[in-house]
């Protein structure tokens, strides 16, 4: 049986990264030197993404020679089987993949510590550090920052683009939606009500006199937290393991990632990138919807 005839399993998402386009060429190249070739390829959005319906392999071997094949080039590219890719609950990370801050290092500039707080924040991410101690090292550098200090901040919070449009296209196909963060819940209320997310989860800081104690308050929600986070509302759900998707950056996210059906690092630390079932380093946040199908004209 020749390629073109047999069954197809596997889809490859291309995704364009920010002012750029590319065409059917860029796709088969791609493919060609990965090994594979296409049965069809569906443009979901003329010269920004595109379906390429894969006949082969699918596997973590293909995927790493199909992003070497696109080394140097803003396309991002998301191999999946083509069933079930399209998802019933999204959980989703905050710092630095819903929103373009780290709160905790926009907190430290009231305490005169940014540089000190990056740079454990750095370590921490990028799996050298424990996350739940070096949360609690963080947050007791931070007592004495106030509530209205706080306030200032989070109305300065930026979204990472695409959030809203994720979530309302998600929502509107019935889909769950979840912020489940290692952050604090006086920003992850506001960022999810200003997303769209059906529920949020978080720290929560200890308060007193209208300033932070520099205390957070257990349980601390970690790497472990994340992930029983998503397999509980999974199992709430009755859904099956690969109608899930979740994404984020950090190396406390890596379990929540693999959790799930499809688990996306975006724009992630590298140790994160690899790890991930898939990766997004050039596009936004729609790279997400491309990746389960929908058509730019589907977008909410």
């Known amino acids: 049986m020749d390629e073109m005839s047999k069954p197809i399993r596997f889809v490859a998402t291309f995704v364009a990264g920010q002012e750029t386009t590319f065409d059917d060429a860029t796709v088969e190249r791609a493919l ?15 010269g920004v993404a595109s379906d390429a319906f894969l006949a082969g392999e699918g596997n ?12 140097g080039e803003p396309i991002d590219v998301v191999v999946q089987p083509v069933e ?18 780290e709160c905790i290092d926009e907190l430290a500039d009231f305490a005169g510590i ?31 920052v106030t509530l209205e200090q706080i306030e200032t901040l989070v109305a300065r919070i930026t979204l990472t683009p695409g959030a809203r449009t994720l979530v309302a296209t998600m929502r ?11 952050g604090f819940t006086q920003f992850t209320q506001p960022v999810a009500a200003r997303i769209g997310f059906h529920e949020m989860r978080a720290n929560r800081l200890e308060i007193a006199d209208g300033a932070l104690t520099g205390v957070v308050l257990a349980p601390i929600q970690g790497r472990e937290g994340k992930r029983a986070a998503l397999a509980e ?7 099956s393991h690969g ?9 406390n996210d ?36 491309y990746a389960q199908g929908y058509r730019r004209e589907e977008f909410v």
């Open 32 to 46: 060609r030197e990965a090994g594979a070739t296409a049965t069809r390829i569906d443009w979901l959005a003329p």
């Open 84 to 101: 079930g890719r399209r998802k019933a609950l999204l959980v989703a990370d905050m710092d630095s993949t819903m929103i373009e801050q």
């Open 60 to 71: 973590a071997a293909f995927r790493f020679r199909l992003h070497e094949a696109l080394a």
């Open 254 to 289: 890596l379990d929540m990632l693999r959790e799930a059906g499809l688990g996306v690092a975006y724009h992630a630390k590298p140790k994160v990138a690899e790890a991930a079932h898939a990766r997004i380093d050039h596009a936004d946040l729609t790279a997400l919807l």
């Open 243 to 251: 109608a899930t998707l979740a994404i984020g950056d950090g190396a």
């Open 114 to 144: 940014r540089d000190r707080i990056s740079i454990i924040t750095e370590r921490a991410m990028a799996g050298e550090l424990a996350f739940e101690a070096a949360l609690q090292e963080r947050v007791a550098l931070l007592a004495g």
């Open 233 to 239: 509302m999974r199992e709430a759900r009755g859904l």
């Open 172 to 182: 509107a196909h019935g889909a769950h939606t979840a912020l489940v963060s290692g």
